[in-house]
T-cell receptor, first 113, second 113 residues
Framework: EPEVTQTPSHQVTQMGQEVILRCVPI?????FYWYRQILGQKVEFLVS????????KSEIFDDQFSVERPDGSNFTLKIRSTKLEDSAMYFC???????????FGPGTRLTVT | GEDVEQSLFLSVREGDSSVINCTYT??????LYWYKQEPGAGLQLLTY?????DMKQDQRLTVLLNKKDKHLSLRIADTQTGDSAIYFC?????????????FGTGTQLKVEL
């Protein structure tokens, strides 16, 4: 069964450093998403991406964040200068747009020290 | 903005029924979902219901929707230890495929022998 994969599973970085979180969505999917979950809090929408551009973003997704689909298989989330409050689990999801399900990856736990 | 609320914790005995409740605020919610998250894993879609439905049954799962009260519930019949997980209620506005999901806080279900 096809699945969304994410790497790394855990990333530790120092405050102010840049991080790139990587996702491989399901191959025939067209819509891509990033969500995050700060420990003990809700899963929050960050951004959706379709047809090589951002289709929607939340207030959290400020200028420090960017997304890219550098090739036909990867979807990345970059945080330019990490803050302590960026520590969270980051989930990638994808969908083909015709079904009612977004398929989620296992997440990347980002720890900013 | 949209808001989705759930109780944080539920404990049941194996073999009993579990009922997890959720309330939401967005009257334009079109699809409502239940996701399951096991430790270290991503979010797995369990079931969804379209807003013009009152009930949906899928094997051991029954979803009830009271649109007037904006109340959604998930009933798990004959709860097993493997059902222990965090259950998230979520809603989306138009379709699930291309729209962001707004999640609740998650309900931790603990199944005791």
């Amino acid at each position: 069964e096809p699945e969304v994969t994410q790497t790394p599973s855990h990333q530790v970085t120092q405050m102010g450093q840049e991080v790139i979180l990587r996702c491989v969505p399901i191959s025939n999917h067209l819509y891509f998403y990033w969500y995050r979950q700060i420990l003990g809090q809700k899963v929050e929408f960050l951004v959706s991406f379709y047809n090589n551009e951002i289709s929607e973003k939340s207030e959290i997704f400020d200028d420090q964040f960017s997304v890219e689909r550098p090739d036909g298989s990867n979807f990345t989330l970059k945080i330019r200068s990490t803050k302590l409050e960026d520590s969270a689990m980051y989930f990638c999801a994808s969908s083909d747009g015709t079904e009612y399900e977004q398929y989620f990856g296992p997440g990347t736990r980002l720890t900013v020290t | 903005g949209e808001d989705v609320e759930q109780s944080l914790f539920l404990s049941v005995r194996e073999g009993d029924s579990s009922v997890i409740n959720c309330t939401y605020t967005d009257s334009s919610s079109t699809y409502l979902y239940w996701y399951k998250q096991e430790p270290g894993a991503g979010l797995q879609l369990l079931t969804y219901i379209f807003s013009n439905m009152d009930m949906k049954q899928d094997q051991r799962l029954t979803v009830l929707l009271n649109k007037k009260d904006k109340h959604l519930s998930l009933r798990i019949a004959d709860t097993q230890t493997g059902d222990s997980a965090i259950y998230f209620c979520a809603e989306s506005g138009v379709t699930g495929g291309g729209n962001k999901l707004t999640f609740g806080t998650g309900t931790q279900l603990k199944v005791e022998l």
